[in-house]
């Protein structure tokens, strides 16, 4: 399935730069690991492939900053599109 998300500060800005992802896991080394990922453009928006598995919701992190969200994604949800408000 592939998404449209949009990313928000906490502000309810664009958030550009935010990475977007559908799962993560830990690797054996203890790493955390992203699956099906893209990155915000300017306006905080990206288009995401959400393949691996089932996906109940997605994720955003923004990097360099302690910012982090995640929302319900729905298949009927994610057909409209979904936005991550940061926090």
Do not use: C, I, M, N
């Not at 300017?42 to 923004?62: C, I, P």
């Amino acid at each position: 399935t592939t998404a449209r998300v949009t990313v928000l500060d906490p502000d309810g800005r664009p958030a550009a730069g935010a990475e977007v992802f559908g799962g993560r896991y830990r690797t054996a080394a203890g790493e955390w690991k992203q699956t099906d990922t893209a990155v915000t453009a300017a306006d905080g928006t990206a288009t995401v492939d959400l393949t691996t598995g089932t996906r109940s919701r997605v994720q955003a992190r923004h990097p360099g900053r302690d910012w982090v969200g995640l929302t319900p994604a729905t298949p009927a949800g994610l057909q409209r599109g979904v936005t991550v408000r940061l926090g």
